[in-house]
């Protein structure tokens, strides 16, 4: 199959450093540089990525009209607007939004949906990570598999760790899943069949935070090093370097000023989430 090189635009692009003291690029830049400069066939595979931002933005317009949107996010709330509208349409309008946006939508609207017992943020990873599966892009697809995995593993270890139930909390349907919700071994069995799986699980065992989640994020960065690293100048190296740069992007954030306080959240949400034993939970 003809792939396209993009010779002058890979060659200048910055250098990442996973530990970047000075990032002068930003998303939005850098994403209308990809629209430039892609071919839309190229740049289909750009808007995949950034459909997570559209799981926010989605989220919000469904529970309380919230119009503020994310400006990463893909779709705008004129076209959220036109997928309700479809739902009591004769004729319905060819849908703006990937099927499974739609597919919560109608789910969240339907009159015997108790909305209380949803999780719309469950919902869309599980359409999110069933759409790349299929990805027409093999690079996406196995860095979709190898993050599905790498959340599932944690979740499930975190779960384990403050007695919580694995299964309700993990995405998908796969091998792995199994092995994390049957396996009682450190390790759920996985050892022998996932390269790094120990070194996972040493992660998770860390007692910071924000330590382990740096790790877990370096695990990520060697992935994608690793799985373009013989792609020169095609829309690999360039969607490796973007899925990179929103790694370096995050931690750039997170380690000025305003990262404690975010650091502070991130922890009262994993409280919150894992009902920590009393004697876990930080003293207010």
Known sequence: MFRREYHCFVAGLPDLLFDEGKITQTLDTFRQELREELQPVDYRLVHLVF?????NNLIRYLKDGSDDFDQLGNYSPEDF???VQNLDAIIPEAPRIEPYLAGLIKLWYDENTDRSQ????RILLNGYYAMMAKAPNDFLKKWSAF????????????????GREIAPELIGENHVNSQLVRNPARDFGLTSELDQMEKIIQICEL???????KKLDLLRWEFIDEAVFFHYFDIDKILGYLLRLMIALRWFRLERP????????LLEKMEKSYQLPEEFQRKK
């Open 147 to 162: 993050d599905l995995t790498l959340r599932n593993i944690v979740t499930a270890v975190n779960c384990r760790r403050f």
């Open 51 to 55: 459909l997570p931002y559209d799981h």
């Open 258 to 265: 305003a990262g404690e306080s975010l650091f502070r959240e």
């Open 81 to 83: 607007a036109a997928e």
């Open 207 to 213: 007692p910071d935070l924000l330590e382990r989640e």
């Open 118 to 121: 949803l999780d719309p943020e």
